[in-house]
């Protein structure tokens, strides 16, 4: 957001890359969220979408008497898992990430499944994770240059959307679980395999076995289910 007067060090350089959790900048420090997100013990993460403003310097930028009204940022956000980006170059070096042209946030269109990320990115206990964005137009370039001497308050200059699911207590023991079967691990998956647990409670059941079968009856609904909502994906197995 902007802060009336423009104070450099208030806004990251462009280039650079900068953690929603960790630094300076945005309205997540501010929240008191300054700290290295980590998958505690007996916690589960499903990072499920990222996204951020979409735009193509210099698009859509207005100055009104010196003041920065609308800002439409060039910039890419990025996951990171321990030291590893989710999202590479074509030579496959880490890169900056995602677009918001490609992952828009708000989204303006029809939500497509592949904006969401696919299969979902599994952050087990002791490590640690990150989103990050890099800005590429250059707010300080163009404060020096006149374009703009102050910036409203109520100015967004870049928002960065992170979708996830954190599984605590018994639930990440069951998502651990899941995770071992091969089964993928959601809202659903947790409640149905809890609800399972219950009911297989005291009967004399070979245990392997029994997960076996029920784990093959889950992804037959999982697949009927996405079948006819249309969302199902090739898998390259089929």
């Known amino acids: 957001m902007g802060n009336g007067a423009f104070v450099a ?6 280039g650079t890359e900068n953690s ?14 300054n700290a290295v997100a980590m998958v505690k013990d007996t916690e589960f993460a499903v990072v499920e979408k990222i996204a951020c403003t979409p735009g193509v310097s210099p698009q859509g930028s207005v100055v009104s008497a010196g003041s920065l009204t609308t800002w439409i940022p060039n910039m890419s956000v990025q996951l990171v898992v321990e030291t590893t980006g989710y999202y590479r170059d074509p030579q496959n070096v880490y890169s900056n990430g995602l677009s918001g042209m490609a992952s828009p946030y708000p989204s303006t269109i029809e939500v497509i499944p592949y904006y969401d990320i696919w299969p979902p990115v599994y952050i087990i ?8 964005y890099t800005f590429y137009n250059d707010l300080h370039a163009a404060f020096d240059n006149g374009f703009f001497t102050t910036i409203p308050t109520d ?13 605590s207590g018994s639930d990440s023991l069951i998502a651990d679980k899941l ?6 691990i959601s809202v659903d998956s947790v409640q149905w395999f809890r609800r399972l647990l219950l009911q297989s409670k005291g ?23 996405q079948t006819m909502l249309g969302i199902k994906r090739y898998s390259g197995l089929e």
């Open 125 to 132: 206990e002791g490590q640690t994770w990150d989103v990050r």
């Open 155 to 167: 100015v967004a200059l870049g928002r960065v959307y992170v979708r996830y699911t954190l599984f």
């Open 20 to 33: 929603i959790f960790v630094g300076n900048y945005g309205t997540a420090q501010n929240d008191n969220l």
């Open 9 to 14: 060090t208030e806004f990251p350089i462009a």
């Open 203 to 225: 009967l004399e059941t070979e245990t392997f076995n029994f997960y076996l079968k029920a784990s093959r009856k889950f992804r037959e609904d999982e697949d009927k289910k």
């Open 179 to 184: 995770l071992s079967l091969g089964l993928p």
